[in-house]
């Protein structure tokens, strides 16, 4: 086997490793300092305010780069006082018609992700 045959491999390689790991968006709960939960405890059903936030995460290059990634801490620290948490928590990651028109337009260069956070704030004794 050749060298340019072996330097070919190893760039299918690397770019199929990227394209597949490309527009990702991870969430850690773990990094809150508050309990949330995306079940609610079993018994009668928690009273609390619910809420809907959305936001947008943006890639560049085909989903190589990340420009703007939503923070959760951040979306729920505007939901959240003392002695609260978040039950019923849903996170949605989607590409909405205006979302896949300016992927299409920029020729993917730019790639937004509509990003919609759900969820229900109880009192901690609930």
Request: proline residues 4%.
């Amino acid at each position: 086997m050749s060298n340019l045959t072996q330097i070919r491999r190893l760039l299918v390689t690397v770019s199929m490793v990227g394209l597949l790991s490309a527009c990702s968006v991870t969430f850690d709960a773990a990094t809150l300092g508050v309990k949330a939960s995306v079940s609610e405890p079993a018994g009668p059903a928690p009273e609390g305010t619910r809420f809907e936030v959305n936001k947008k995460a943006v890639f560049l290059l085909f989903g190589i780069l990340r420009v703007s990634n939503p923070s959760l801490e951040n979306v729920l620290a505007g939901q959240l006082v003392d002695g609260r948490e978040v039950q019923q928590l849903s996170i949605k990651v989607r590409s909405r018609f205006a979302d896949l028109l300016v992927t299409v337009l920029t020729l993917g260069v730019i790639i937004p992700r509509s990003v919609t956070f759900k969820g229900l704030v109880v009192s901690d004794g609930n």
